[in-house]
Each structure stands twice: as structure tokens, then as C-alpha cells.
């Protein structure tokens, strides 16, 4: 697995998920080996494109569930090829959309997987609509846990903040 800080590598063709992936809970480890499942059935290298700090942490001073080099870990613990880690800060803010799809096209992408509220680009000036006029995209299927609610980071830092770290701990899963 090649760490990219900062950089974005040039791939010949990839698949990509892109997202903050904040504690590589039960859900990002469902879609993370996906990828890699997917990447493997293509002949593609897998990509993860995340951010730090996560974009929760430095707009709303949210808590911040794993430091980078344990999200690094444990993503790479899934089998990812690459790990692209994008430094979320205001110069990271002032990149336009069509920057960032340029960004994406270094790593040639066969399909792109996000989240449905994924926005890109200055002011989140970019969306799906920018991102499917050049690639494929495919929106991340929203996991439960077995009691059927959503398992997300905002859900694991709400249950550590009202003291139910087992409860949390089940969802990160590690």
C-alpha cells in the first residue's frame, strides 16, 4: 500500500471512494473492502481519497474519532492499494470544482464512490451532477447496524458523549 499526503498519484486507471471515513467504523470497512473486492475484480488499483482534519472536525470543532495515522492503519489494514490524504485546511477550502475534478483525473478513474451529500469545490460548488459528467459514480449504501439505525461517525461521537462507549466501540468495530 503507497500513503499519498497531500499528492495525488498517477494512475493509469482506479477506483476511488472518496470521504472523511472518521474512525473506519463498521460501515467504511463494509464499503473500504468492497472497493477493494471491486478493484480487484476490475484489475484496478483500489484508491481511498480522505481528508485531514475531516471537514466535521475543522468547520464544527466535532470530535475527532481517530487520528490520521490510525485511520491510515486501519484503512490499510482493509487492503487498499493507495491512500490519498488531502491536508483540509483553508488554502484546501479555495480549490475550485473543476480543480478538484482535474485532480481526479490523475488517478483515472473507472468508477468514483461517494456518499449523498458529497459536495466538492470552493463554497461545495461541485456535486454529483459535476462528478457524473466525467465519471461513473456510484452513491455509498447507507449501513445499519442489527438494531437498524445508520451506523455514522455523528452517531458514534453522539454515543461516546452520552457515555455509551461500548455501544460506540460495537460500531467502530476494532
Same mark, same amino acid.
Given at each position: 500500500?503507497?500513503?499519498?499526503?497531500?499528492?495525488?498519484?498517477?494512475?493509469?486507471?482506479?477506483?476511488?471512494?472518496?470521504?472523511?471515513?472518521?474512525?473506519?467504523?463498521?460501515?467504511?470497512?463494509?464499503?473500504?473492502?468492497?472497493?477493494?473486492?471491486?478493484?480487484?475484480?476490475?484489475?484496478?488499483?483500489?484508491?481511498?481519497?480522505?481528508?485531514?482534519?475531516?471537514?466535521?472536525?475543522?468547520?464544527?470543532?466535532?470530535?475527532?474519532?481517530?487520528?490520521?495515522?490510525?485511520?491510515?492503519?486501519?484503512?490499510?489494514?482493509?487492503?487498499?492499494?493507495?491512500?490519498?490524504?488531502?491536508?483540509?485546511?483553508?488554502?484546501?477550502?479555495?480549490?475550485?470544482?473543476?480543480?478538484?475534478?482535474?485532480?481526479?483525473?490523475?488517478?483515472?478513474?473507472?468508477?468514483?464512490?461517494?456518499?449523498?451529500?458529497?459536495?466538492?469545490?470552493? $463554497?461545495?460548488?461541485?456535486?454529483?451532477? $459535476?462528478?457524473?459528467?466525467?465519471?461513473?459514480?456510484?452513491?455509498?449504501?447507507?449501513?445499519?447496524?442489527?438494531?437498524?439505525?445508520?451506523?455514522?461517525?455523528?452517531?458514534?461521537?453522539?454515543?461516546?458523549?452520552?457515555?455509551?462507549?461500548?455501544?460506540?466501540?460495537?460500531?467502530? $468495530?476494532?
Amino acid at each position: 500500500m503507497r500513503i499519498h499526503f497531500s499528492k495525488m498519484p498517477s494512475l493509469h486507471h482506479s477506483i476511488v471512494a472518496i470521504g472523511a471515513f472518521d474512525g473506519v467504523h463498521k460501515g467504511h470497512q463494509t464499503l473500504i473492502r468492497k472497493l477493494v473486492e471491486h478493484s480487484k475484480q476490475m484489475g484496478v488499483p483500489s484508491v481511498v481519497y480522505t481528508f485531514d482534519p475531516p471537514p466535521r472536525v475543522f468547520f464544527r470543532n466535532a470530535r475527532q474519532l481517530t487520528s490520521i495515522e490510525e485511520k491510515v492503519n486501519r484503512i490499510a489494514k482493509l487492503g487498499v492499494d493507495h491512500i490519498v490524504i488531502a491536508q483540509f485546511d483553508e488554502s484546501y477550502l479555495q480549490m475550485s470544482a473543476s480543480k478538484f475534478i482535474k485532480l481526479l483525473f490523475r488517478i483515472n478513474p473507472v468508477e468514483v464512490i461517494v456518499g449523498r451529500d458529497f459536495h466538492f469545490g470552493k $463554497n461545495r460548488s461541485g456535486g454529483m451532477k $459535476n462528478l457524473q459528467e466525467h465519471f461513473k459514480v456510484t452513491l455509498l449504501e447507507t449501513i445499519c447496524c442489527e438494531e437498524g439505525e445508520v451506523i455514522s461517525s455523528t452517531r458514534i461521537r453522539e454515543l461516546i458523549a452520552h457515555g455509551n462507549v461500548r455501544e460506540a466501540q460495537s460500531l467502530l $468495530n476494532w
